[in-house]
């Protein structure tokens, strides 16, 4: 694909347009907001920049979540390496919050996301694509190159798991 062609800007355009969706999925798979945006701006500048290796005829969505999670799967193996940073914002709140202002300031919303975040990352993937962007099963696999049994068994440990965190053990069959 040539830089200026007309394809090359509808080839754009699709991907400003799914910049929502990504940044939801990023978001997910990196645990926080910030972290999520910085992956999606790694993901978009890589398939930018390696926009010749993708398939006219594919699903861009689908190989731009993949360039996300290998991303990701880079990002989470060299931080093993290098070990755990804290934001320096995050650690102010680590000790000495009100334990009844936190426990009475929490939503279902903070729960679930809290659930999601807790989350392993093959389930916490598979809840964004399925649960959170809509895909099937089906594409769901075919994104992750897995089998689909393997994604219906980890969604459905993942809702469970999420169930539990929302209504504690043994009060959801969800």
């Keep these: 694909m040539h830089a200026g062609s007309a394809e090359m800007e509808s080839v754009r355009a699709r991907i400003v347009a799914f910049l929502p969706r990504l940044r939801r999925f990023c978001t997910v798979l990196a645990r926080s907001e910030d972290r999520g945006d910085d992956l999606m701006q790694a993901t978009v500048e890589r398939a930018l920049t390696r926009i010749d290796q993708w398939q006219p005829g594919s699903s861009l969505e689908s190989w731009m979540f993949r360039i996300a ?20 914002d995050e650690a102010v709140s680590l000790a000495g919050d009100d334990g009844r202002a936190v426990v009475e300031g929490r939503s279902d919303l903070n729960q679930a ?52 965190a929302l209504h504690g053990e043994g009060q959801g069959n969800g």
């Excluded at 999670?69 to 320096?88: E, P």
């Excluded at 594409?139 to 980890?154: C, F, K, Q, W, Y």
Aim: aromatic share 2%; proline share 3%.
């Design 69 to 88: 999670q290998n991303i990701h799967i880079d990002a989470v193996r060299a931080q093993g390496r290098r070990g755990i940073t804290i934001d320096i």
């Design 113 to 164: 996301r809290a659930a999601m975040a807790a989350l392993p990352d093959e389930q916490r993937v598979l809840m964004a694509l399925v649960v959170l962007d809509g895909r099937s099963y089906k594409e769901a696999a075919e994104i992750l190159d897995i089998p689909i049994g393997t994604v219906m068994s980890r969604i459905a440990r993942a809702r469970q798991s999420v169930d539990r």
